[in-house]
C-alpha cells in the first residue's frame, strides 16, 4: 500500500527544504525524499580529501533571504554565518593588488585613480539604490492576468501598479540607470563610472562569473546587481561564511523541517512521477515503492522533471519540445584543493592567515577587454 501525503518534494536541495518547512508550518503533510545519502543539492558540506572539510558546491552566502532565515529560525537551528573581512583580493600580472570590501574599496582605488576614487560613492550609491527597490519585490507574486476573470485581473493589475509605485521612488536619474543596467553591457555601462582599467575589470568579474559572456556581452549590466542584492546579518550588500560550511544552511534546515513534522528520507531516487487525470498525484521510487500525495513540488533541473521523470504522454508536445531545445550550463569549473599552507602572493606575500585569504581571490587580466578575449 502506497503512503499518502498532502505534498511531496523531489529534492532536499535548499529550496525544496525550505519549501517543505512553510507547506508544514501550515498545517500540511509533507514527505521529502532525496536520492543522495545528505540531504542540501549545491550546499554542502562534505570531505573531499582525507582530513579535508569544505563547501564543494556554492561557497558563500548573502541571497539567503532574511525573513526565511527568520521564519525557520534557523539560528536556533545551528546556522552562524559571519561577513567576510574582505569582498574581494585581485592580485595582478604587475606586482599591484586591488582589495574591495567595506571600509577599503575607495582607498584601493584612489591608488590606481583618484578620480576614479571620487566616483565610486556615487556609482555605489547608485547601484543600492536600485537594489533596494527590487529587493522589495523578491517576496511578491508576479502579476498574473491570464484566466483570473475580471475581478481576478482588477486585482492582478493592481498588485503590477503597486510594482510601479515602487520604482517610483527611485529619482528621474535613478530610473535612467535602471534601464542601463536591464539593457547595456557591464562594460558599457561601467566605462561611463571609471577610467582605470584594473578597476573596471574587477567590478566587470562580478558580471560574468558563473556565465560563458563577457563583461561586453549586452544585457550583463543587470548583475552588478546581483552582488548587491543580498545581505549578511542585516548589513546589506554583504557576503558571509556560514560556519561550518555551506551544508550548516541546508543541516538547519533539514533541522527545522523534522521539527514541523516533515519527513525527509535520503537514498530515495524518484523513477517517476505520477499522473492522473492530468494531476500529479505521487511518485514512484527507484525501489519500486510508490508515494501518493495530492501534490508534487520538484526541487530538481526542470529538463529532469519533464523530458524523464513526468510521462510524456502527460505533457502538450509543444510544451516537451521548447523544454527539450532549452539550454542551460554554467561557466563555473569548480575544483577543491587540499592545501598544505595557504598561499603567498607576488603581490602580497606571506602564509600567515590575513584577510586576503578570506576573500574571494580572483585572477583576472587587468583590462576587461583582456577578460572578454579569454
Sequence with gaps: MADS???????????????????AAAGLRVKVVEQRSVVGGAAVTEEFHPGFRNSVASYTVSLLNPKIIR???????????????????FPLPDGQYLKTGEGVTR???????????ERYEAYAAEIDAIADVLRDLTLQQPPNLVDSGWRGALSEGWKALSTGHRLRRLS????????????KSAGDYLDGWFDADCVKAAFGFDSIVGTFASPYTPNTAYVLLHHVFGEVNGKKGAWGHAIGGMGAITQAMAKAARERGVEIEVDALVREVIVEKDRAVGVVLKDGRSIRAR???????????FDRLVPEQALPPDF???????????????????????????????????????????????????????
Design 107 to 117: 582607498s584601493e582605488i584612489a591608488r590606481f585613480s583618484p578620480r576614479d576614487a
Design 5 to 23: 501525503y498532502d505534498v511531496v518534494i523531489i529534492g532536499a536541495g535548499h529550496n525544496g527544504l525550505v519549501c517543505a518547512c512553510y507547506l
Design 172 to 183: 528621474m536619474a535613478q530610473r535612467r540607470a535602471l534601464l542601463d543596467l536591464f539593457t
Design 320 to 374: 516537451l519540445a521548447r523544454i527539450r531545445r532549452w539550454k542551460s550550463g554554467s561557466g563555473t569549473f569548480r575544483m577543491n584543493v587540499a592545501l598544505s599552507e595557504l598561499p603567498s602572493f607576488t603581490a602580497l606575500p606571506g602564509r600567515e592567515p590575513a584577510d586576503h585569504h578570506t576573500a574571494g581571490i580572483i585572477l583576472t587580466p587587468p583590462t576587461m577587454v583582456q577578460t572578454a578575449a579569454v
Design 71 to 89: 521564519d525557520l529560525d534557523l539560528p536556533r537551528h545551528g546556522l552562524r554565518i559571519v561577513e567576510r573581512r574582505l569582498a574581494n583580493f
Design 295 to 305: 501534490a508534487v513540488a520538484s526541487n530538481v533541473h526542470p529538463q529532469l522533471l
